[in-house]
Nanobody
Framework: QVQLVESGGGSVQAGGSLRLSCAAS????????MGWYRQAPGKQRELVAI???????NYADSVKGRFTISRDTIKNTVYLQMSSLKPEDTGVYYC??????????????WGQGTQVTVSS
């Protein structure tokens, strides 16, 4: 009922930048939060950054000062600007959207994931 389409992953050298995008579509009445998680090989999925509908943000300590999350509420799209990338930022980045469907049911949907690889 809710589809998330991610784009913008790729390979970059340490110190470089990437911008991820995630667009939500479907039977959405409202979105309460959108954000990004990542999963490195052999590790659990972890929060990278998330933004509430009110604009409040929460970042993982490891990305503070380097990553910036933003949203286009009209387009139901969330962005993650990643700068000063490090090899430890490598992983699959997943978009998450939470909110309310048009039939008044809550939803939480994940994107398919986009690979980010940072080489030293």
């Amino acid at each position: 009922q809710v589809q998330l389409v991610e784009s913008g992953g790729g390979s970059v050298q340490a110190g470089g930048s990437l911008r991820l995008s995630c667009a939500a579509s479907g039977s959405i009445f409202s979105i309460t939060a959108m954000g990004w998680y990542r999963q490195a090989p052999g590790k659990q999925r972890e929060l990278v950054a998330i933004m509430s509908s009110g604009g409040n943000t929460n970042y993982a300590d490891s990305v503070k000062g380097r990553f910036t999350i933003s949203r286009d509420t009209i387009k139901n799209t969330v962005y993650l600007q990643m700068s000063s990338l490090k090899p430890e930022d490598t992983g699959v980045y997943y978009c998450l959207a939470r909110g309310l469907l048009k039939d008044a049911l809550d939803f939480a949907s994940w994107g398919q994931g986009t690979q980010v690889t940072v080489s030293s």
